[in-house]
Structures are given as C-alpha cells and as structure tokens.
C-alpha cells in the first residue's frame, strides 16, 4: 500500500509571482550570456521559425538564417541535433540489420 504524503513531502505550488520572478530573473540571465550564431535548417512543412521556452521566457529563432542566441538556447539546439543524429544511427543500423528498407 502507498504510504501517504505529508505535508511536509508535498511538492510546494507556486504563487503567480513566484513564477514572474523566476521568468524575469531568466529573461535576464539569457541576456547576460555570451551568445552563438546558429542556423535552423528549413523544413518541407513550412515552418518558418522553431518555438524555444525557458522558466516562462519564449524565443522564436527563424529557420534558414543567420541568428544569435543565447547559450542557454544554442545548448538546447545543440542537444536537439545530437539527438537527431543519434537517432539516424540507430534507424540505419535497424535497416542493415533487417536487411531492407523502412
């Protein structure tokens, strides 16, 4: 049987202002940092631009040009490709594995 939480293990709600704090406190970190030139490939689906949120503070960075951004953002991006490339790999090892094509 699930033992019950008290009140002292209960995950803590937020007040409103709280939240703000910490989306201002943010928006002024990312200021802060030292910023990288990225370049978002463009899609077939025709969006123009990749939606990125960070504690409440909203980018939108355009596809097919040249733009700075903030560590915080680049790192995202990053971290974004690095999956994209792991996942090819591992859909091309599928298909030698079975032999045909997917």
Not at 21 to 35: F, G, N, P, R
Not at 80 to 91: C, D, F, G, L, S
Request: charged letters at 30%.
């Amino acid at each position: 049987m699930a033992k019950k939480k008290t009140a002292e293990e209960a995950p803590k709600t937020m007040s409103e202002q709280e939240m703000n704090k910490i989306s201002v406190d943010t928006a002024k970190d990312l200021k802060e940092q030292k910023k990288y030139m990225v370049i978002l490939p463009e899609v077939s689906t025709g969006d123009k631009n990749m939606s990125f949120c960070v504690n409440g503070v909203h980018y939108q960075v355009p596809r097919g040009v040249q733009v700075e951004v903030p560590e915080t953002i680049y790192k995202i991006i990053e971290n974004m490709r690095t999956q994209e490339r792991m996942q090819k790999a591992v859909v091309d090892r599928l298909k030698k594995w079975s032999g045909r094509s997917m």
